[in-house]
């Protein structure tokens, strides 16, 4: 608070006093981390104006040889990301600095300012219309950026900067079955919102239903089976005509070339690297093109500045999507499980509405098939797939004892149901959003997780405890491959191979990837002198060189 207490003195030109009062007795350390608080002074220049001030936290006298992280506490309507500093955040060790560089500096950007409310039926008692899809923009750009209505409160998030924007109904059938009113229950066609601070926006927003569409839903069922009856006539009726003509040529070259959208999350210099050799391993396997997501929130300035030339390099595309995590959901502390987090909770909202399928790859994997495979495999109605940790011939009995989930707790709530990993998983997101699942995981993941006992392997524990109420398409055993649950045999059918943690071994993950996976040096090697061959100094090693052009094309 010493920032806080600084600017009010100068500013109000007042005297405080400061009475300190602690224990005198101690359990355990109250503060495991060093806190600064950025608040900037005003400043103003000879000709009276204000002048042009940048806020700053120096952290002075650290030690030099633990690792240290640093992060930043923000206000909850704030996006604000790293966008200059070649050194790895996650893992800070000042005493590796070069020895003409005794400082560490970190610029931080303010990318986004957030758009929140909540939207309510004024048809159905205000029940929050789920599924509800709309679109932000302005006057020459209706749709900026799009999102749809949680269950849960109704909320919404859509990301934003200083300025007029209009909030509307999306195209199809929530402007078919919806219309936003006023404060007087008037019709109106959009929602102005003016963001004129940095205290973002949160708006209510009320909708009914248009007059003859009381009684029918976002997503019903019945309609959805009619419209996916005449799919598949069509598809029929295309393979009919292709015995007599060649019109069905160009619908095989136009699902050849169906986008792979592959998601991943990284965190970490070390975590980057892996990342992008399992980029490289599914490029070179995947015939079809590739379009690569990942949660900005974690990544380096490196990283983000690499993507651009690496995807201008092997033709495929790179783009990074960012939530705030809501203020209404319990938070996670640590770094990891705030990952893990990010991973299965905001599914539904995280990537824009145009994307209706997306395969979960983990950054240390490594990918020895065809994406489209699993890409075109038939989940059976379910929301998502997962592979069951290895079973049967496929199980390795060194590691037997540490099945958590063959006994106790989770044997008797699976009741027969497999446990399945969390590296690899393929997400139906238009069933996803139709069943709820998002809403579903949030909602038994706020009960769960206020129990610290509870969710300890929270990415993989919350969808399989949840499979009575969102069910898992076990996908077939040779989609994943780890070497700490599986045996040895098994290993030359695998399509992807995972760098489990070994409870037995406990070696590093680096000397694992190159004794495990013959071909993990090769791609290592490639993506380093594919690093070698661009421009020195070109990968953000002078502060003001960044390329931040990735970073600006949200909005």
């Known amino acids: 608070f010493t920032p806080i207490i600084q600017f009010i003195t100068s500013f109000f030109n007042t005297e405080v006093k400061i009475y300190l009062n602690p224990e005198t007795q101690l359990s355990v350390i109250p503060l495991k981390s060093y806190y600064r608080y950025v608040l900037q002074q005003l400043e103003f220049g000879t000709d009276g104006n204000l002048a042009p001030t940048h806020g700053m936290a120096v952290f002075s006298n650290l030690p030099q040889s633990k690792v240290l992280t640093l992060k930043i506490h923000t206000p909850t309507s704030w996006l604000v990301e790293p966008v200059r500093c070649p050194y790895d955040l996650d893992n800070i060790k000042l005493e590796s600095l070069p020895s003409n560089e005794r400082t560490l500096r970190a610029y931080f950007e303010l990318e986004h300012i957030l758009v929140e409310g909540s939207c309510y039926d004024d048809t159905n008692r205000g029940i929050p219309p789920r599924g509800l899809e709309l679109f932000l923009g302005d006057q020459s750009e209706p749709h900026t950026v799009d999102t749809m209505v949680m269950s849960n409160l109704g909320y919404f998030q859509l990301k934003a900067n200083p ?36 205290k973002g926006a949160h708006i209510t927003l009320h909708v009914r239903k248009r007059p003859g569409s009381e009684h029918k839903q976002l997503f019903d069922e019945d309609e959805q089976e009619v419209v996916d009856h005449d799919e598949k006539s069509n598809r029929i009726w295309d393979k009919v005509k292709g015995l007599w003509n060649t019109g069905t040529k160009e619908t095989k070259v136009e699902k050849r070339n169906e986008t792979i959208h592959i998601f991943s999350v990284a965190s970490g210099h070390l975590y980057e690297r892996f990342l992008k050799i399992m980029m490289l391993s599914v490029l070179r396997h995947t015939k079809h093109p590739v379009k690569f997501w990942f949660l900005k929130n974690f990544l380096s300035p490196k990283f983000k500045e690499f993507v651009p030339k690496f995807a201008s390099e092997y033709n495929c595309e790179v783009e990074l999507v960012t939530y705030k995590w809501p203020s209404w959901l319990q938070q996670q502390k640590e770094k990891m499980r705030v990952i893990w987090g990010y991973k299965v909770l905001f599914l539904d909202v995280m990537f824009p509405l145009s994307v209706k399928k997306i395969i979960f790859v983990d950054a240390d994997q490594i990918v020895r098939a065809d994406m489209s495979e699993l890409w075109a495999l038939d989940l059976n109605g379910a929301p998502y797939g997962f592979t069951p940790f290895c079973m049967g011939d496929f199980e390795r ?16 709530h699976l009741q027969g149901m497999p446990y399945h990993i969390s590296a690899l998983f393929v997400i139906d997101l238009k069933t996803f959003r139709q069943k709820a699942a998002g809403d579903n995981l949030r909602a038994t993941y706020e009960g769960l997780s206020k129990d610290p006992n509870s969710l300890a392997n929270l990415d993989q ?14 996908l077939p055993q040779e989609w994943l491959w780890c070497e700490t649950w599986c045996t040895d045999e098994s290993k030359s059918k695998a399509k992807t191979i995972d760098l489990c943690n070994n409870p037995l071994t406990k070696t590093p993950k680096l000397e694992n990837a190159v004794r495990i996976v013959p071909e993990w040096t090769d791609y290592d090697n490639e993506v380093k002198q594919f690093e070698k061959s661009l421009s020195s100094g070109s990968l953000n090693s002078d502060p003001g060189s960044a390329d931040l052009k990735l970073a600006k094309q949200e909005l």
């Open 163 to 198: 300025g007029i924007w209009n909030l509307r109904l999306a195209n199809g059938r929530a402007r078919n079955l919806y219309q936003i009113v006023d404060k007087k229950s008037q019709e109106i066609e959009m929602q102005v919102i003016s963001l004129a601070d940095f």
């Open 461 to 474: 524990d919350l969808p399989n405890y949840l499979q009575h109420m969102v069910p898992i398409y076990s």
């Open 397 to 412: 009995q060194e590691t037997k004892g540490f099945r958590f989930w063959a006994s106790g707790y989770w044997k008797d």
